[in-house]
């Protein structure tokens, strides 16, 4: 059964469960795992709570946006402040932005060249954000879907527009030494990358850690990594994916 058939039940479902604001079913899907919209998105408020400067008034640049998961997530805690998300997946925004766009909640398109979500985009575009715009900026899971070139603009980016002492939170899938697990959940190699599908990289890639975190240097930022798990093994995980949090100055994170 498609998804477009069982809209109506769905619709149906979201509103008895008091989340008639969400987006319709093929949206939230776009977005990753259905199951994981709303769950992953106000986990990842309770990182940007715990490791950002998040508060009332803040101005928060989401960079790959969605339908708005993380915007649904904020609208009680950002009462005065300003949100920005943006994302290259037309038909997510145009939704968005006609069903939870206000004067402080914006999404607009941001035509940036993905081979899979927006294969006539351009790249090296530069984000439509002033310098030092941001309190905090969110990319949550979207290197995930990038390869390194368009990363390292990326980051660039992020600095160019979070504000002195502003924090982000990206995340990705890094590893250290190509293992079996390594090997066996992206068996693929690229150029400077693993990644899942051999028809469509864009679908699910990961990076040496070394290099993101060097990467993340380079443009200016201070990188604290906490490993996801993803990994079957790994000790203390903070959340599924691998997180990087970046501070625009040397102010330390919590470890
Ligand atoms: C897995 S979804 C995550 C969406 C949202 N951040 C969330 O966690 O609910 C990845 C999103 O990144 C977007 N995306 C892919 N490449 C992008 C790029 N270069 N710039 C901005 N968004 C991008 C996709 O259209 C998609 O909406």
Request: negative net charge; charged residues 25%; hydrophobic residues 40%.
């Amino acid at each position: 059964v498609g998804l477009a058939a069982l809209s109506p039940i769905d619709r149906a479902a979201l509103r008895i469960n008091g989340k008639g604001d969400y987006p319709p079913l093929h949206l939230r899907r776009h977005s990753g795992p259905l199951v994981a919209f709303d769950r992953a998105a106000s986990e990842f408020v309770g990182y940007l709570a715990a490791l950002t400067d998040l508060g009332p008034s803040s101005n928060v640049l989401d960079m790959g946006c969605g339908s708005g998961a993380l915007a649904i997530m904020l609208r009680e805690r950002l009462v005065d402040g300003s949100y920005r998300g943006f994302d290259v997946h037309e038909p997510s925004v145009r939704w968005a932005r006609s069903h939870l766009g206000d004067d402080r909640f914006a999404f607009q398109s941001f035509d940036y060249w993905n081979a899979t979500y927006n294969p006539p985009g351009q790249r090296h575009l530069p984000w439509p954000v002033d310098n030092d715009w941001a309190d905090v900026t969110l990319l949550k899971s979207v290197f995930t879907h990038m390869l390194p070139e368009d990363v390292a603009f990326y980051l660039s980016e992020l600095a160019r527009t979070l504000r002195p002492g502003g924090r982000a939170i990206t995340t990705a899938f890094t590893f250290d030494a190509v293992d079996d697990e390594v090997r066996e959940r992206f068996p693929h190699e690229g150029e400077g990358y693993r990644y899942l599908r051999s028809t469509s990289p864009e679908s699910a890639i990961a990076f040496p850690r070394e290099w993101l975190v060097d990467s993340a240097r380079a443009a200016g930022l201070v990188p604290t990594m906490y490993l996801g798990y993803w990994r079957r093994q790994q000790e203390r995980p903070l959340a599924y994916q691998d997180v990087m949090a970046l501070s625009a100055d040397s102010s330390a994170l919590p470890t």
